[in-house]
């Protein structure tokens, strides 16, 4: 009514990267963009989908701060996953530091541009 809220669409359990094994593959076989404050992992896969999976390192704040930052990873990661050429298995893995809505999306934008996955 009075708010006015961009839809940025679903993330459904398809787009996932869920098993241990396959995050692992990531991070030893992954091709690696990294921005300040972030990292982006990625690789090929062959469907029609892209998969993601949001992580931390180690020693994160608390239980609070760590998910807040896996919530704005998502909800940035939705805002532009629309513009994404499809096919790869991503995992982002986020520093502490800065947690914000643009300063998420900057990120996640500058990581697309570097690894060559946007098609904008």
Same mark, same amino acid.
């Given at each position: 009514? #009075?708010?006015?809220? @961009? $839809? ?7 787009? $996932?990267? =869920?098993?241990?094994?396959?995050? *692992?593959?990531?991070?030893? =076989? &992954? ?5 300040? #404050?972030? =990292? /982006?992992?990625?690789? %090929?896969?062959?469907?029609? @989908?892209? $998969?993601?999976?949001?992580? /931390? %390192? !180690? #020693? ?6 760590? +998910? ?5 990873? !998502?909800?940035?990661? $939705? ?7 499809? &096919?790869?298995?991503?995992? /982002?893995?986020?520093? %502490? &530091? ?8 900057? *990120?996640?934008? +500058?990581?697309?541009?570097?690894? &060559?996955?946007?098609?904008?």
């Amino acid at each position: 009514m #009075g708010t006015d809220l @961009i $839809r940025t669409g679903t993330f459904t359990r398809q787009e $996932r990267v =869920k098993k241990y094994s396959d995050i *692992q593959n990531l991070f030893k =076989k &992954g091709k690696r963009v990294s921005v300040h #404050g972030a =990292k /982006l992992f990625y690789l %090929p896969n062959d469907a029609n @989908i892209n $998969r993601i999976a949001f992580t /931390l %390192p !180690r #020693g994160y704040g608390n239980a609070v701060e760590r +998910n807040y930052s896996k919530r704005l990873s !998502r909800e940035a990661y $939705r805002y532009f996953k629309a513009f994404l050429n499809t &096919g790869y298995d991503m995992v /982002l893995l986020v520093y %502490p &530091g800065n947690d914000s809505f643009l300063t998420r999306c900057a *990120q996640i934008r +500058n990581l697309c541009l570097k690894a &060559g996955i946007i098609s904008v």
